[in-house]
């Protein structure tokens, strides 16, 4: 899904499904999801066993959709809000029960596999052991129970993908191995049809097709270990105040709003909280990846998952479960996993008949060998031990292949040959396991995707647009001068009392310094907002429209103005300042200069941008002055500067850099920053601007790095040649093995894959898809 397709009128839910193994289940589960009436939009994780639902009517019951997921053959329910209780001991004694199931099933059908072999040899004589052991009647019995044991759910999953119209990975190799065995006990009953036996056949190929999926299955919860991670950051209890201040061990679960705690030195903050007594340094980098310590007074507020550090804490408890900042990071970052990159778009269409197009093959593959290709080739009937063939009708040798005297027999090992070799898991695993290990890794670092669609465009960015304040300064303005026509403690009054509503930092800046000053604020009605210019509004008790803002925009108002104040402003300009006027109705009552400081990590962060080739400009409201000498200290060449715009007339600047060089990002952190961040290709906000910069982007940076920008663009742009590498083995392994299983290099070189051989290539097919995506997590 793109940026553009999750709009808010839709109501997501995340469901759990069962069932899923290769990418035609990816497709099969989106079509259904998307065939349902109340569904907008779906996005399908096959790592995570997930799919984000995007429903029409929030308030319509989810029975209808969970039902026909059902009827398919795919299981779903829906996940607890808490994203992280959906992490807690439960999933993973889960998790483990069905590792545990999954051993079992592998173990026995190794077992059966050494027995097997172990008759081979007994009967080719190269081993004495017991004559029975050697017989077509035992080996009948080893492949029976194979079947019926570990290879019951492989072919009763598979039978209900085929009668759902949905092949599946098991369909393939439930037929392969189901028509081995039946041929095998045809030629066993009736040898006069002069069949070979296959009976070795189903025993190696469950053997083989379990142990790969074990190793996947292994290799994928790998893959989600960051998320894991995260959720363990909470803890499950805390240290709460009681009604008599008795501290008392309880749930974290049972806090609420209001409740007051304590953190020893040593503990992880169990909820989002308010520190109201004491002093302590904070470790934050498991949020933010900010490696110094914050250091926590009264007043300060702090994330569930930090570790304080040195003394004791007395906490008021904002936020508990799905509130946290927390869990809202683990949504966002599960959120992002079923959010599909547009690369995977031509795998997952691919994936949607490939079974098809391979049950086709193995289908033509036998129809050949049998009426054509022998008569054209028969000296293929003769071909025994070369590479990868071997041996003869009753002799079922541990080279892992086998031979045929009858046309019939070589046909029909060809076509199960195909049929096992071919791998729709790894065209259905090769973006999302990336996918999935990039976010998280990501995440630990304070970077938070929106989706695979979101890290596709950051990898391909070619410039990026900087709001000024908060983004390249560190949004944290301070006064630094008056120019009184009247009282400076009246002026400050006045412009305080207006701007106390509002969020922006120069607001911030004035109030803080009325509170320094011990001034007391009057309360304002009718307050308006300037987006860009000022405020403007009434005090109680005080006569006249209150306005606050550039002084240009006071003077477009009618104020009166001295021609001796634009020297101020000038000189004010000059050294990097920005002015505020403030007035009561027409007259003014003076200025008030306010100066931001430079980001620490500003410079290095936009000469690593530099580096990666990337285009750098600065778009801001301030004035042209200030924008001037900001840029003439970050190396920013004259055409790369806009000053004093305007929201509007941010889009317009946008969109027409967007023509000229694309995709193109948008990096802010306030209000004014929402609609260009929002029509920007990539929207990039700041983790400590303010929470509508934050919904309204597509990359958030959690805490007060810039420098996370070009890691995260790095960690794209490594992530899509991890994907690029997948999609290319995925497509080059089906393209090359299964001309070669089909026997394309029998006539002229004696070379084929035997049916275990097939089976064993596909398992290190899907496994080297997620071996690959789980090397990112060391680069």
């Given at each position: ?386 590479g990868f063939l071997n041996s003869h009708q009753h002799h079922l040798h541990v080279s892992l292949g086998v031979g045929a005297e009858t046309s ?210 600065i778009l801001s409201g301030d004035r042209k002055q200030n924008v001037q000498r900001l840029g003439r200290q970050l190396g920013f060449q004259a ?141």
């Open positions: 899904m793109s940026k553009n397709e999750n709009p808010p009128q839709f109501h997501s839910v995340l469901l759990d499904i069962e069932g899923m193994k290769c990418g035609g289940c990816v497709r099969a589960v989106e079509q259904t999801l998307l065939d349902q009436p109340n569904v907008a939009q779906a996005g399908v994780n096959l790592v995570a066993r997930t799919a984000s639902v995007y429903l029409k009517n929030a308030d319509q019951p989810l029975d209808d959709i969970l039902l026909a997921l059902r009827e398919r053959g795919f299981p779903a329910k829906t996940r607890n809000n808490d994203p992280l209780e959906n992490k807690r001991s439960s999933n993973l004694n889960k998790e483990e029960e069905g590792w545990w199931n999954q051993w079992q099933q592998l173990m026995i059908a190794l077992v059966l596999l050494l027995v097997s072999v172990l008759g081979h040899l007994s009967e080719s004589g190269q081993l004495d052991l017991l004559p029975i052991l050697g017989t077509l009647p035992f080996h009948a019995i080893i492949a029976t129970l194979a079947l019926i044991g570990p290879g019951q759910p492989i072919l009763r999953n598979g039978a209900k993908a085929a009668f759902a119209l949905t092949p599946s990975m098991d369909t393939l190799v439930g037929l392969g191995v189901g028509s081995a065995y039946l041929a095998s006990i045809v030629a066993l009953i009736w040898p006069q049809v002069g069949w070979p036996c296959f009976f070795n056949e189903p025993v190696m190929l469950l053997g083989f097709v379990l142990l790969g999926r074990f190793l996947e299955e292994r290799a994928r919860f790998r893959t989600g270990r960051a998320i894991k991670e995260l959720a363990q950051l909470q803890p499950n209890t805390a240290r709460l105040f009681s009604k008599d201040n008795a501290i008392k061990i309880v749930k974290v679960s049972s806090l609420k709003p209001g409740d007051r705690i304590e953190l020893l030195a040593g503990d992880r903050i169990p909820v989002d909280g308010l520190v109201l007594q004491g002093h302590s340094a904070v470790d934050i980098s498991s949020l933010t990846g900010e490696p110094i310590p914050l250091e926590a007074t009264s007043g300060t507020e702090l994330s569930a998952g930090s570790l304080n550090l040195e003394a004791n804490l007395i906490l008021e408890v904002q936020n508990v479960g799905a509130q946290t900042a927390l869990a809202r990071i683990i949504g966002l970052v599960e959120e992002a996993q079923s959010r599909k990159a547009p690369i995977q778009g031509l795998a997952d269409r691919v994936a949607g008949y490939f079974c098809y197009g391979v049950v086709t093959l193995s289908l033509a593959t036998f129809l050949f060998w049998w009426q054509i290709g022998c008569k054209l080739w028969p000296n293929v009937l003769n071909v025994t031990s070369h019939l027999g070589l046909a029909l090992q060809l076509s199960i040959a195909v049929l096992v070799v071919a791998c729709p898991c790894a065209l259905g695993l090769a973006t999302p396991t990336v996918i999935t290990v990039a976010s998280g890794k990501a995440a630990k670092r304070g970077l938070l995707f929106r989706g695979g669609d979101v890290i596709e465009t950051a990898a391909s960015l070619k410039q990026i647009i900087f709001d000024k304040t908060g983004t390249l300064t560190i949004g944290k303005p301070l006064v630094v001068g008056i120019n009184e026509i009247k009282d400076s403690k009246r002026i400050l009054q006045l412009a305080a009392s207006l701007e106390q509503s509002s969020r922006h930092p120069i607001a911030h800046a004035i109030l803080q310094e009325a509170q320094r000053n011990k001034l007391s604020l009057i309360k304002s009605i009718h307050t308006k907002t300037f987006p860009g210019q000022g405020l403007e509004g009434e005090l109680v008790g005080t006569n006249g429209t209150i306005r606050v803002g550039n002084p240009e925009w006071l003077q477009t108002k009618g104020v009166n103005w001295s021609p001796n104040l634009d020297k101020d402003v000038e000189n004010a300009a000059l050294q990097g300042q920005s002015v505020l006027a403030v007035s009561q109705e027409k007259e003014l009552v003076g200025l008030v200069m306010i100066d931001d400081q430079l980001r620490n990590d500003a410079d290095i962060s936009l000469n690593r941008l530099r580096e990666q080739g990337l285009s750098l400009s055409d790369q500067l806009g000053w004093q715009l305007l929201p509007i007339e941010k889009l317009t600047m946008l969109e027409k850099l967007k023509r000229i060089s694309k995709p193109i990002a948008m990096v802010g952190d306030g209000i004014n920053d929402a609609p260009a961040l929002a029509a920007a290709d990539l929207g990039i906000a700041i983790g400590t601007g303010t929470q509508i910069a934050q919904e309204s982007a597509d990359l958030v940076l959690l805490g007060d790095r810039l420098e996370g920008l070009p890691e995260a663009l790095l960690l794209a742009k490594r992530t899509m040649g991890k994907v690029r590498q997948n999609l290319a083995w995925a497509f080059g392994y089906n393209m090359i093995a299964l001309p070669l299983a089909a026997g394309f290099l029998l006539p002229k070189f004696g070379l084929l894959l035997s049916p275990p051989i097939a089976a064993l290539l596909m398992a290190i097919s899907s496994i080297t898809v997620v071996l690959n995506a789980l090397s990112l997590r060391t680069t």
